[in-house]
């Protein structure tokens, strides 16, 4: 898929129905605090969006991300239209997560069942949506 201005991304790592999902700090000064979300940030320079998921997901907890596992690549436009949108990716790790080491951004991680993360009440909701249009149009 050719990048369309973006200004960051989001991945959903999925393994055997799971997937890893971290708490945002409670900080008032930073969107969705306190809410749970996934690896992924701000686009830096000139990166591409995978390039961006992957260097995200690194930092956060320090798995490297095969691009041959990426297993779906959308783009969502932003809420305010003359602003760039984000990209939404999922992947599958085969072998699972590897060794967790989290980074100096949010309060927690955790592995949840797909199913919890879609309830979660405290689920940035646009991640919900957009693993749902994943699950819909892949199971």
């Known amino acids: 898929m050719t ?7 989001k991945i959903a ?11 945002r ?6 969107p969705f605090p306190d809410m749970w979300d996934l690896p992924g940030g701000g686009r830096e320079e000139d990166e591409s969006p995978l390039e961006c ?9 320090d798995i490297e991300i095969d691009p041959k596992w990426i297993v779906w690549e ?10 760039p949108g984000s990209y939404f990716f999922v992947a599958e790790l085969e072998d699972g997560f590897g060794a967790i080491r989290f980074g100096d ?7 949840m069942p797909i199913a919890e993360f879609l309830g979660h009440p405290k689920v940035v909701q646009s991640l ?12």
């Not at 990048?3 to 991304?9: D, N, Q, R």
């Not at 700090?25 to 930073?30: G, N, Q, R, T, V």
């Not at 951004?105 to 592995?111: H, I, K, T, V």
């Open 3 to 9: 990048s369309i201005p973006f200004k960051g991304a």
């Open 13 to 23: 790592l999925l393994h055997q129905g799971q997937l890893i999902a971290y708490q």
């Open 25 to 30: 700090d409670d900080k008032p000064e930073i």
């Open 53 to 61: 998921a992957i260097r995200e997901t690194r930092e956060e907890f």
């Open 74 to 83: 959308q783009h969502y436009p932003a809420a305010i239209p003359t602003e």
């Open 105 to 111: 951004e949010g309060q927690q991680w955790a592995f």
């Open 128 to 139: 919900k949506n957009r693993l749902r249009d994943y699950l819909v149009k892949n199971t």
